[in-house]
């Protein structure tokens, strides 16, 4: 399914400033957040989407990149759960009496794993067609002898002492406007709740073991260097609190290169700087050049100069974001040849033709 317009999420324009998409998705967050919509998960999905938009729009590059490419490039920030995003934004929910998620009852906390991130690299032609790329990646999945928490069998476990098996603990601060109850995860247990007695002969006690993976990847034409893909639980599994308390962390994709094939590539637009003779560009002459998928011909007109653009409209790269396509523009790099490539009989020639009028130094002044 595709993703929605990030402006149409927040309702702002894109000449928004930060403080309107700032309100803007306060105002969203306020709209769909989880306290005041219990069960609802239409309202929680709305809830990350917008947290999501305004992680791209409130970041001036990834915002720029947004705007140019589309989702292909923004770099989107992905939330797997609400404690990721009141960690990111919870400044935003200040003063509208809203804590963290379900704040009559605190949140389990969920562990998340290590991210992980890939390099690839792409030619110019996947780009111009975009290409499938099947992406093998190694990283550590919870272990399935213990359900990853680390214990033998998965249940060779003790309560947290210092906790109780609560994995959090409440103090209760006397002060002169009244009590005032704090909530913190247990500093023993780090919030696991418990402690094994015995460990995992398969996983060693870590509660995680490595394990490959295969992750099929679309990307879309008219990509660029630098843009990233996130496979949201693509990361590694955190160790030793167990599946139930766990999440695996994301998969970052970057683009690290794109192989230009010998062009060079100016937004949508691919350049070749094509050499010609200076005969050819007095007299004109038909060309041939290469592009990345085909051969094309073209005339120079006689006179031609180095600089000149010649431009094939629609023969660049697709635009990620719509139907358009840049142009292939061929620049044209008259070549000049050094006395001493003639022998003396041209040289002559050349001599006796620099006296003539079109050759006098006053005409290249007009």
Do not use: W
């Not at 957040?33 to 998960?41: L, T």
């Not at 998965?154 to 704090?182: D, F």
């Not at 070749?272 to 051969?295: H, R």
């Not at 620099?354 to 005409?363: E, L, Q, T």
Request: hydrophobic share 30%; aromatic share 8%; net charge positive.
């Amino acid at each position: 399914m595709s993703k929605r317009d990030f402006y149409e999420i927040l309702g702002v324009p894109k000449s928004a400033s930060k403080d309107e998409i700032k309100k803007a998705y306060r105002k969203a967050a306020i709209k769909f957040h989880p306290d005041k919509n219990p069960g609802d998960k239409e309202a929680e999905e709305k809830f990350k989407e917008a947290a999501e938009a305004y992680g791209v729009l409130s970041n001036d590059e990834k915002k720029s990149h947004y705007d140019q490419f589309g989702h292909a490039k923004a770099g989107a920030p992905g939330f797997q759960n609400m404690d990721d995003i009141f960690r990111n934004f919870g400044d935003i929910f200040g003063g509208f009496g809203f804590g963290n998620f379900n704040s009559q009852q605190p949140q389990q906390r969920k562990f998340k794993g290590r991210d992980l991130r890939i390099r690839i690299s792409l030619t110019l032609l996947d780009v111009i067609n975009g290409v499938d790329r099947e992406i093998k990646i190694s990283r550590l999945g919870y272990c399935d002898t213990c359900n990853g928490n680390g214990s033998k069998g998965g249940n060779s476990l003790k309560p947290c002492e210092t906790c109780r098996g609560a994995g959090q603990i409440t103090t209760v601060q006397q002060t002169i406007i009244g009590n005032i109850t704090q909530t913190q995860i247990c500093p023993a247990c780090k919030g696991a709740k418990t402690f094994f007695t015995e460990k995992c002969d398969i996983c060693n006690g870590l509660g995680v073991k490595k394990e490959d993976r295969t992750l099929n990847l679309k990307i879309p034409a008219g990509i660029e260097a630098g843009a990233e893909f996130i496979d949201e639980g693509g990361g590694d599994a955190p160790g030793r609190v167990g599946k139930d308390q766990g999440v695996y962390g994301n998969l970052h994709i970057v683009i690290d290169s794109v192989d230009t094939m010998g062009f060079e590539r100016r937004g949508m637009d691919i350049i070749l700087n094509k050499n010609i003779s200076i005969i050819d560009a007095i007299l004109g002459k038909e060309l041939e050049v290469e592009t990345p998928e085909k051969k094309l011909k073209f005339k120079i007109k006689p006179g031609t100069q180095s600089g000149d653009a010649f431009r094939f409209k629609g023969q660049g790269v697709p635009s990620p974001i719509s139907s358009n396509r840049g142009n292939f523009i061929v620049i044209a790099n008259v070549i000049i040849p050094s006395r001493e490539e003639f022998v003396e009989g041209e040289i002559k020639m050349i001599e006796k033709l620099g006296k003539s009028k079109i050759f006098k130094d006053d005409c290249f002044s007009k």
